[in-house]
């Protein structure tokens, strides 16, 4: 391995941890709205360690283009998502999770 | 057996399992919405398996239309049910069935089973090391006028197929108008982000469906995958609130419908009035004919598809 690879599979890893993060917290917290902020952390920071994890390894500039366009749409259809679920859920009355 | 082989055969293993059990989930779930769910997740592992055996024509159009589209015409058809949820008062009630119910469901149990059966003893009788017929399409590739193989088969090759698929998804429509189609869903007031969000993604998808169709003829893509990236552009605006004017709901919108079934239909009749057999094109223009196809059968997938999708009789139009 030369040190691109070491590099890409730190960053792959941190990624991983974000989405395992992020996972855990969809199952582990109380409310759609604590989820969706566990989730939208994952999706958003996860995939942007995955997207560079994979971009230190792509074989061309064009590859990196198409990868970071892959996660400026996620991050676009992430982040209106869980807005329209969160104003969704806010409008059907679920309850905010007070402790 | 090496590390690699050992990953993928773990990778294979936690998808085929998964498959299964979404599915499982999926049909045995009392709440509709929560079976949608899994129905999608199972659509998004399937398509992922699709990529590990090297079908990413399939894995396309698995993860557009059958992940995509038809949650959203099921999301849309449940939103249209209104409020038959099962409460968690009468989901733990137990079911009564009269007898007639009972027999009924022990019958499609047996016949499923019987085919479940029969499905795996065919199975087990293909020949396990048949090379399939991939080496005969490569070798008439040349005369088919396009280099993606995948689209040489569905266009040219079993071009047939294409059109009687094509038949049916106009059908299906049809069938939805024929019933008078649905009431209009209630107008809801505009979303800020929820617009802003289409009309920074419409474009978008306007240019992938475009790209899936041109590179349709050389790499993996075509008229069904840029026609359900145009269905989705459809269902987008509809769900941001958009609406086509009425002028162009009319004699507009059924010859987008139609355009793709009826070209097809021209091209087999000249192919047998020019002497040849049905959809057998002439090598010179077979390249052609087939991207002319493809234009006119993603124009008529995407209006198809999102005009399903809204699912109001024609007068009252509006989507795509």
């Given at each position: ?99 | ?153 569905l266009?040219?090759?079993r071009g047939y197929d294409t059109l009687l698929e094509l038949l049916v998804l106009l059908l ?89 079934p009826?070209?097809f239909l021209?091209?087999a ?10 959809l ?41």
């Amino acid at each position: 391995m030369i040190l691109s690879d070491y590099v890409a599979a730190v960053l792959l890893l941190v990624g991983v941890f974000f989405f395992l993060a992020g996972t855990v917290g969809l199952v582990r917290f109380p409310d759609v709205y604590t989820r969706l902020h566990a989730l939208t952390k994952s999706d958003n920071v996860g995939l942007g360690f995955v997207v560079m994890g994979l971009a230190v390894e792509a074989e061309s500039w064009f590859v990196v283009g198409k990868l970071l366009l892959i996660w400026m749409l996620v991050l676009l259809a992430g982040a209106s998502v869980a807005h329209l679920i969160a104003r969704g859920a806010t409008q059907r009355g679920v309850r905010m999770w007070t402790d | 057996m090496d590390r690699l082989t050992l990953v993928l055969w773990i990778f294979d293993s936690v998808t085929g399992l998964g498959l299964l059990l979404l599915a499982g989930w999926a049909l045995a779930s009392p709440q509709l919405f929560r079976g949608i769910i899994l129905f999608v997740a199972f659509s998004l592992m399937m398509s992922i398996a699709w990529v590990r055996i090297d079908a990413p024509d399939v894995a396309l159009a698995e993860i557009a239309i059958g992940a995509g589209l038809t949650g959203a015409l099921l999301l849309a058809a449940l939103s249209r049910l209104g409020d038959s949820e099962p409460t968690q008062e009468s989901m733990n009630r137990p079911i009564e069935r009269s007898y007639r119910a009972r027999t009924f469901r022990s019958l499609t149990a047996s016949l499923l089973a019987a085919v479940a059966v029969a499905l795996v003893f065919l199975i087990l009788a293909l020949p396990g090391d048949s090379e399939g017929l991939g080496a005969e399409v490569a070798a008439s590739l040349d005369a088919s006028g396009v280099s993606s193989p995948v689209t040489a088969v569905l266009l040219n090759f079993r071009g047939y197929d294409t059109l009687l698929e094509l038949l049916v998804l106009l059908l299906a429509l049809l069938g939805v108008w024929s019933l008078g189609g649905l009431p209009a869903q209630p107008v809801s007031p505009a979303v800020l982000v929820l617009d802003t969000l289409a009309r920074i993604l419409i474009p978008v998808l306007l240019l992938s469906s475009a790209y899936l169709l041109w590179a349709g003829t050389h790499a993996p893509g075509g008229a069904f995958q840029a026609g359900a990236v145009l269905g989705a552009a459809g269902v987008l605006l509809s769900l941001a609130g958009w609406q086509v004017r009425q002028r162009y709901t009319g004699v507009t919108l059924r010859l987008l419908l139609i355009a793709g079934p009826s070209l097809f239909l021209a091209f087999a009749l000249y192919t047998i009035v020019a002497g040849q057999s049905l959809l057998e094109y002439p090598p010179q223009r077979a390249g052609v004919m087939i991207v002319l196809l493809e234009v006119a059968a993603t124009l008529s997938i995407g209006t198809t598809l999102a005009a399903l999708f809204v699912a109001e009789g024609p007068r009252n139009k509006e989507g795509q």
